[in-house]
């Protein structure tokens, strides 16, 4: 058991590193952040700092040798990093989840294997041309790369045949073509699993996506218990395939006739999961810190329904700080900024919660937000405005 006043390492100096740092710094540890950018947000809030590649082997040792346990903030760091690291010291997650969580290949190998349910798909390679036979079931599809794709980036839509080959025959690959569902709802479970197998699960969250970003999330989803609790029981069930320690999050697919569907994992923290830092007993970071130090998990209750909208760089159109006051001057709403210097359209920037009586209060307050927020912004990069035409509100 790691005790507070131990330093901490993170592999990674984006957002979910400085939520770390900071749950870490009021737990009473100190952290050491390794991330190439200097300017990474979670390198200002860190006592240490080492800049430098997740490859960098002078710079593992380094961190090793200076913190008594490591953790990664984003799944595309090398897991041979991670290998370098757990042969010295305490590593969470293992090297081995992080790997198969950052190869869709891989990923669906395994939720398969495992009697997970996901979208159908097959495996495609750069300049391959599967038979047709094998194509045709799955359009109208997804493809998506099997590594490094992320809030939409690395995927296209597939209409035809002619559409797969266009793409697959001018990029490398390895692809996955997934067919596309007649989706009701898209869901996420933040979960929280410590060395001993212990779990502490949040509520499911309902997500809004645009152009393949997280837009809005509504906390609890409104969906039936059957379905929760089937979300839940099938996302403790991965975690323990996994043999996980740490925080991760299982997001899913409810299509209109009732079937669910794993889409994928996140061997991190969520982004669908941040209402936890106001709306919960204890937030997604505090049990990163826990379970990274052997401790035990904290409460993951719900204190009240909230929702969570996304602050996109769109928003910085000059890159000037944008007006808050439609969050700022209510009551209910409590903002959070990351502190990137760089705004550019569709990057995260930060994010607020709104905690509500009620689902739909909180809802419709947070859509309002968002409304006001996007209301000087004439277009974004999609050229549509802030979708008020999706107002989620709960049935």
């Known amino acids: 058991?790691?005790?507070?006043?131990?330093?901490?390492?993170?592999?990674?100096?984006?957002?979910?590193g400085l939520l770390f740092a900071l749950s870490a710094r009021r737990a009473g540890f100190r952290t050491i952040v390794l991330d190439p950018d200097p300017q990474a947000p979670a390198m200002a809030c860190a006592d240490r700092t080492i800049v430098a590649r997740y490859d960098d082997t002078a710079a593992l040792l380094r961190l090793s040798e200076s913190c008594q346990a490591v953790t990664t903030e984003f799944e595309n760091v090398p897991a041979a990093s991670l290998e370098f690291l757990a042969a010295r010291g305490v590593v969470r997650p293992s090297a081995l989840p992080v790997a198969i969580c950052q190869d869709r290949i891989r990923e669906k190998t395994f939720l398969s294997e495992h009697g997970f349910q996901t979208a159908p798909f097959i495996v495609v390679a750069g300049g391959d041309r599967p038979a047709p036979e094998t194509i045709v079931p799955l359009l109208p599809g997804i493809l998506k790369t099997s590594r490094e794709g992320y809030d939409g980036k690395g995927q296209w839509p597939i209409a035809t045949i002619e559409d797969l080959f266009s793409v697959t025959d001018t990029l490398a690959g390895p692809f996955v073509l997934e067919k596309k569902l007649d989706l009701e709802r898209e869901l996420s479970l933040v979960i929280a699993r410590g060395a001993d197998g212990e779990t502490a699960l949040y509520p499911v969250s309902e997500n809004f996506h645009e152009r393949g970003v997280l837009h809005l999330s509504a906390i609890p989803a409104d969906i039936?218990?059957?379905?929760?609790?089937?979300?839940?029981?099938?996302?403790?069930?991965?975690?323990?395939?996994?043999?996980?320690?740490?925080?991760?999050?299982?997001?899913?697919f409810l299509d209109k006739s009732g079937r669910l569907f794993v889409n994928e994992m996140a061997p991190r923290p969520h982004n669908s999961g941040h209402y936890t830092i106001d709306a919960c007993v204890a937030s997604q970071f505090d049990q990163q810190v826990r379970s990274l130090c052997g401790l035990p998990l904290a409460s993951p209750r719900l204190l009240s329904p909230c929702s969570m909208g996304n602050l996109l760089g769109d928003l910085w159109p000059d890159e000037a700080?944008?007006?808050f006051s439609p969050i700022l001057s209510e009551p209910r709403a409590k903002l959070t900024l990351y502190g990137k210097n760089s705004p550019r359209p569709g990057r995260k920037m930060g994010h607020f919660t709104v905690l509500g009586e009620t689902l739909r209060e909180s809802?419709?307050?947070?859509?309002?937000?968002?409304?006001?927020?996007?209301?000087?912004?004439?277009?974004?990069?999609?050229?549509?405005?802030?979708?008020?035409?999706?107002?989620?509100?709960?049935?």
């Open 1 to 16: 058991m790691i005790r507070p006043g131990a330093t901490l390492g993170v592999l990674g100096g984006g957002q979910l």
């Open 224 to 252: 039936p218990l059957e379905v929760s609790g089937k979300i839940r029981m099938i996302g403790e069930a991965i975690a323990q395939a996994l043999d996980y320690t740490g925080v991760m999050a299982v997001e899913y």
């Open 321 to 323: 700080l944008p007006d």
């Open 363 to 395: 809802t419709d307050l947070s859509q309002a937000i968002l409304t006001r927020l996007y209301q000087n912004v004439s277009a974004l990069p999609s050229g549509k405005g802030v979708p008020v035409e999706k107002k989620p509100v709960p049935r």
